[in-house]
């Protein structure tokens, strides 16, 4: 199966050292960086041998000479920064994976997007899913599977505690491991630190239970070293800022949130997911060690491939991916 | 969405009393046993009121009509009892889900009944799905959802411990509380005493994974009482039997099993669901307090039943209802 890497960041390069492993043959690659352009994909992807395949700057003429073929995609968060790279995509009748986090549910903060995304694909024969390890898989994918064995849902809970100092400099960066209070403050009002997804999953988790979301809170707050914690770039002393925490609230109706989504990202802290839902049975369920956020992302993306290309064309979410979860019969695939 | 009941025991009353608090509309039960036949369904069942349809003795006039209705079907584990009953109800064009153990994942032990079952499902426009939680949710649907976060599987372990006091006196009798191990093992070789089921959740697994099972074996023994235990007739004497625990092993290449399959069913146990993932990253999962097995196989079956009239008609699988999991390209949906 033809594929183009489209994005050459550490995630990007990992879902095409996977791909390659489940036998997608790469025949393009695009990344902006001038660093990276004209040299042998293989080479930049650490693959540890060339491929005979250079990178290019553009997406044009890699296109124009692979219609249809699989796009593992990875170039960023924001959906209106990548939305122009994936129109282009999408209309050369492309199967595109992403990790784009607001791509993983848009219909909520992006329904215009979304709309025309959703068009082009079908315009043009092509499949688009943004997905990932959080969101498109802890948060939203999982406690909606687990949801097939429950009677009654009345609340959905999630917590992920990521040990920041076990991920990549980048990521502590963006979740302000050894800020001052002020200075990670200034960090979150100027939008330089936050996780973004969380209001995806939530929007996808009540698509899922048929609930509609009347409205929503996030909060993000600085977790404060109480001890000496070792980060990417040195010591984080007591009083300064080990990492982030960030809460989601959804509710339906009522004063109680259904839905909520906490995030702890920080250095020191043990990591583990956990998952409650509320109703009948309550379940409780655990990943002991939590899921690790860049393997897993690049699972999830190459492993939702195959389910994909098995979907007709058009925007999807995981929500059609996963047909056995706790369903009213009123409530049809997004 | 017109619905009829076929079976009446304590999980068929489960399955129709959730049924009709998500919206079906039961027009007509089935039910082989004399003191049923004839009265009202909602009495019969434990609704605390009268629905106003009466129980038959037999499918044909129900059947004749109310053709393509959903059937909610629990009337036995083994496949050839109920391959009859499943015939008649695909014959009327029927949607049906069913907790026959040996219908959730047919194709390695009983492969002409499945291949007549989804015949038939086709030339009829019905549809076909075996579930529960076990087989159906614990062992096999979810580990295989859980996959979808793995970059390589190199085996899978799902571990069930049921509290067998908090079941029903039935399932206490079937897995040997408080017989002598003599007795035990008289029962287990006349095969009163064993769970239906863990071959056909490993089949799912090597199936949904793309590995062949060249052999399998399946081992009981008894749990015998270290100290007096309640049971629901009575203590259990230390020296007697609390429960069984009953092992599969099924081995694709090597000596090395890579699917084990581990329930343990015994008075006094501390109930817990394990899924062990071996590869790359290692996943270890736990459901606190485990799934309770009547309340969830009711929920499984009904929160199915969405998914499975998405699908085309034929003989489905919990396979075919959840796309994202490890999939080699080259395994396409059995």
Redesign the interface.
């Known amino acids: 199966?033809k594929a183009i890497q489209y994005g050459l960041g550490p995630v990007g390069c990992a879902v095409f050292r996977?791909g390659i492993?489940?036998?997608?043959r790469y025949v393009g690659a695009v990344d902006r960086d001038p660093g990276k352009i004209g040299r042998d994909l293989g080479l930049v992807a650490g693959l540890g041998e060339p491929l005979g395949v250079a990178v290019a700057g553009e997406a044009g003429k890699v296109l124009a000479q692979n219609q249809g073929v699989v796009v593992t995609h990875a170039t960023g968060s924001s959906l209106r920064q990548v939305a122009g790279q994936l129109v282009d995509l999408l209309k050369a009748g492309c199967t595109v994976v992403s990790t784009c986090e607001e791509l993983s549910y848009p219909y909520l903060r992006y329904p215009e997007e979304a709309a025309l995304l959703d068009e082009t694909a079908k315009k043009y024969g092509g499949r688009l899913l943004g997905t990932g390890?959080n969101p498109g898989?802890?948060m939203d994918?999982?406690p909606l599977?687990?949801?097939?064995?429950?009677?009654?849902v009345t609340a959905l809970r999630v917590e992920r505690v990521v040990d920041a100092a076990r991920r990549r400099e980048p990521l502590q960066r963006k979740v302000g491991v050894g800020l001052s209070k002020e200075e990670y403050l200034r960090g979150v009002e100027e939008g330089r630190i936050r996780h973004v997804g969380l209001p995806e999953s939530a929007a996808m988790l009540a698509a899922g239970m048929g609930w509609k979301l009347e409205r929503f809170a996030e909060e993000i707050e600085p977790v404060v070293a109480d001890r000496p914690l070792r980060g990417a770039n040195g010591t984080v002393e007591p009083g300064f800022v080990a990492g982030t925490r960030q809460v989601f609230r959804g509710f339906v109706n009522g004063p109680e949130p259904k839905i909520i989504l906490e995030l702890k990202m920080a250095v020191g802290e043990e990591e583990v997911d956990r998952i409650f839902i509320a109703g009948?049975?309550p379940?409780?369920?655990?990943?002991?060690?939590g899921?690790?956020g860049d393997?897993?992302t690049?699972?999830?993306l190459?492993?939702?491939?195959?389910?994909?290309l098995?979907?007709p064309p058009g925007l999807h979410t995981?929500l059609d991916?996963?047909?056995?979860?706790?369903?009213?019969?009123?409530?049809?695939?997004s």
């Open positions: 199966m996977l492993e489940r036998g997608l390890v898989f802890i994918f999982l599977a687990l949801t097939a064995a429950a009677q009654k009948h049975p379940l409780t369920f655990q990943v002991c060690g899921v690790p393997v897993a690049a699972s999830v190459i492993n939702s491939l195959a389910g994909l098995e979907l995981m991916l996963n047909r056995a979860r706790f369903r009213p019969f009123s409530c049809r695939q």
